[in-house]
T-cell receptor, first 113, second 117 residues
Framework: GQQVMQIPQYQHVQEGEDFTTYCNSS?????IQWYKQRPGGHPVFLIQ?????EVKKQKRLTFQFGEAKKNSSLHITATQTTDVGTYFC?????????????FGSGTQLTVLP | EAGVAQSPRYKIIEKRQSVAFWCNPI?????LYWYQQILGQGPKLLIQ????????DSQLPKDRFSAERLKGVDSTLKIQPAKLEDSAVYLC???????????????FGPGTRLTVT
């Protein structure tokens, strides 16, 4: 079955430093979504990438989708304490069925003030 | 608009007991999902409904788990009998097209934290 892996599993940064998490799929994806889960909370949708090589930005967050549509990254510039949480990528399989996401294991970000 | 509602928020049971979780999706959302999230892992899809029909239940342990969405709105997930390894947060989500994002966005409920002792 489809597998989605994320690295690193944990990341501690000093406030103001940059942060990057990487996502790799065992199969080609039709699209990839990114979610953020605050401690004790539930996943919240951030963005979806569809096109090969696509890059999208949301303020300090930059999302990239690989040319082969099998990997993706999320980069946060100048982290803030509000960025604390676990970031998940979720790959959408290229089938004709309704959307089904396979989530990665997540990267837990800690921002030290 | 109101979000995805789930109850109960917490449940503690002994192994071999039964438990049921309830979910009410966002009004108008045809697709409903149940996920299992074990501590330190990403959500794992258990079952996906489109209206009241099952789209995918390939990862649902059918010998002990069951789910239904009889009227195409709210849904229940049941575990009978529970095992220690079922301890997890059970998340319900519903999805709809977000034209601003150009994507089917999943909206998650707060989850039910199940502890099996």
């Amino acid at each position: 079955g489809q597998q989605v892996m994320q690295i690193p599993q944990y990341q501690h940064v000093q406030e103001g430093e940059d942060f990057t998490t990487y996502c790799n799929s065992s199969t080609t994806l039709s699209n990839i979504q990114w979610y953020k889960q605050r401690p004790g909370g539930h996943p919240v949708f951030l963005i979806q990438l569809v096109k090969s090589g696509e890059v999208k930005k949301q303020k300090r967050l930059t999302f990239q989708f690989g040319e082969a549509k099998k990997n993706s990254s999320l980069h946060i510039t100048a982290t803030q304490t509000t960025d604390v949480g676990t970031y998940f990528c979720a790959g959408d399989r290229p089938s004709g069925s309704a959307r089904q996401l396979t989530f990665g294991s997540g990267t837990q970000l800690t921002v030290l003030p | 608009e109101a979000g995805v509602a789930q109850s109960p928020r917490y449940k503690i049971i002994e192994k071999r007991q039964s438990v049921a979780f309830w979910c009410n999706p966002i009004s108008g959302h045809a697709t409903l999902y149940w996920y299992q999230q074990i501590l330190g892992q990403g959500p794992k899809l258990l079952i996906q409904f489109q209206n009241n029909g099952v789209v995918d239940d390939s990862q649902l342990p059918k010998d002990r788990f069951s789910a239904e969405r009889l009227k195409g709105v709210d849904s229940t997930l049941k575990i009978q009998p529970a095992k220690l390894e079922d301890s997890a947060v059970y998340l319900c989500a519903s999805s709809a097209w977000n034209p601003g994002q150009g994507a089917y966005e999943q909206y998650f409920g707060p989850g039910t934290r199940l502890t099996v002792t």
